[in-house]
């Protein structure tokens, strides 16, 4: 089965870059989308195919993917950006898989 | 607007049943994939089933394949998910979730439900 490796906790300074990683075996094939999970609330889609970004998320928010790992950024990163973030695929042997999630603490 | 709405959840017995409600609005029901997604407490999300807009495709996860059972009314605007033989592993938030698209293959869930609690405990 198709495996998501994300790390399990990133750490930022306000206002600095957060980049989250999403590792997966030539994960730069496939498509990958990206959720915000705040405490008690449903996630939320920020990603979508790699690097577009639904109407209503900031453009401080974006992806890439390639080779083996694909990675959200967070440009200017608030406090309000703090919150667990899963990376998603579909791969045709295991169906949906996510990552298993990154918690983004805001120092 | 988009809204997704479950219901049903519940606290129930390992080997019971229980069945799980998703009432949609704000979009052409019968245009769109829609999935079940669940989160156990304090774990990541675990996509569980997927049905596409004319049931005629249907997936499930590995761990709930023979167990659970997916279904739409279109008439209704209504996703459903017909739990059996519970497991204590089965406890989690279920989440409803609409994909972009109408088709067979998975994409992504651009809307989700605030989920509704799943308890299997004696």
């Known amino acids: 089965s198709y495996v998501l490796t994300q790390p399990p906790s990133v750490s930022v300074a306000p206002g600095k870059t957060a980049r989250i990683t999403c590792g997966g075996n030539?994960?730069?094939?496939?498509?990958v989308h990206w959720y915000q999970q705040k405490p008690g609330q449903a996630p939320v889609l920020v990603i979508y195919y790699d690097s577009d970004r639904p109407s209503g998320i900031p453009e401080r928010f974006s992806g890439s993917n390639s080779g083996n790992t694909a990675t959200l950024t967070i440009s200017r990163v608030e406090a309000g950006d703090e919150a667990d973030y899963y990376c998603?695929?579909?791969?045709?042997?295991?169906?949906?898989?996510f990552g298993g999630g990154t918690k983004l603490t805001v120092l | 607007e988009v809204q997704l709405v479950e219901s049903g959840g519940g606290l129930v017995q390992p080997g019971r049943s229980l069945r799980l409600s998703c009432a949609a609005s704000?979009?052409?029901?019968?245009?769109?994939?829609m999935h079940w997604v669940r989160q156990a407490p304090g774990k990541g999300l675990e996509w569980v089933s997927g049905?596409?807009?004319?049931?005629?495709?249907?997936g499930y996860a590995d761990s709930v394949k023979g167990r659970f059972t997916i279904s739409r009314d279109n008439a209704k605007n209504s996703l459903y998910l017909q739990m059996n033989s519970l497991r204590a592993e089965d406890t989690a938030l279920y989440y409803c979730?609409?994909?972009?698209?109408?088709?067979?293959?998975?994409?992504?869930?651009?809307?989700w439900g605030q989920g509704t609690l799943v308890t299997v405990s004696s």
């Open positions: 030539n994960i730069g094939s496939k498509s």
């Open positions: 979730a609409k994909d972009p698209q109408g088709g067979t293959t998975v994409t992504y869930f651009d809307y």
């Open positions: 704000g979009f052409t029901f019968d245009d769109y994939a």
């Open positions: 998603q695929v579909w791969d045709s042997s295991s169906d949906v898989v």
């Open positions: 049905i596409s807009w004319n049931s005629g495709s249907i």
